[in-house]
C-alpha cells in the first residue's frame, strides 16, 4: 500500500503565489517518475508537470517560465511552487508517482486526492 497526501493548496489572487506539497508513505523501495496533474469542472485531467528520479523535468507549455517542480527523495516528497497564478489555473491539483515497492519490488501508479486551486480576478 501506497498513500500520496497533497497539501497547499487555497485560494489566492491572480499574480500571487502558492506552493504543493504530495507526501509518499507505505512500503516504498524507491520513486521513479512523480508529476502534478489538474482538472478543472468540464475538463480533462491535463499534465502540469513531471520530474523524473534523475531529477529531469518537462512542463506543460501554460506553465512554463511561472511554475516549478522539485522533488526530496529522501522525504519522499514533490513539490510544486507556481508563481504569477492566473485565474485559468484553477484546479483541483492531484499528485501522480510511480513507486516500487516491497516484497516483490513491483512498480506502480499511485494518485493522491488532490488539493483544491482556486484563483480570483
Known amino acids: 500500500q501506497v498513500q500520496l497526501v497533497e497539501s497547499g493548496g487555497g485560494l489566492v489572487q491572480a499574480g500571487g503565489s502558492l506552493r504543493l506539497s504530495c507526501a509518499a508513505s507505505?512500503?516504498?523501495?524507491?520513486?521513479?517518475?512523480m508529476g502534478w496533474y489538474r482538472q478543472a469542472p468540464g475538463k480533462q485531467r491535463e499534465l502540469v508537470a513531471t520530474?523524473?528520479?534523475?531529477?529531469?523535468?518537462n512542463y506543460a507549455d501554460s506553465v512554463k517560465g511561472r511554475f516549478t517542480i522539485s522533488r526530496d527523495n529522501a522525504k519522499n516528497t514533490v513539490y510544486l511552487q507556481m508563481n504569477s497564478l492566473k485565474p485559468e489555473d484553477t484546479a483541483v491539483y492531484s499528485c501522480?508517482?510511480?513507486?516500487?515497492?516491497?516484497?516483490?519490488?513491483?512498480?506502480?501508479?499511485?494518485w493522491g486526492q488532490g488539493t483544491q486551486v482556486t484563483v480570483s480576478s
Open positions: 507505505g512500503s516504498i523501495v524507491g520513486i521513479g517518475y
Open positions: 520530474i523524473t528520479s534523475g531529477g529531469s523535468t
Open positions: 501522480n508517482a510511480e513507486a516500487i515497492t516491497r516484497p516483490a519490488l513491483r512498480r506502480q501508479a499511485y
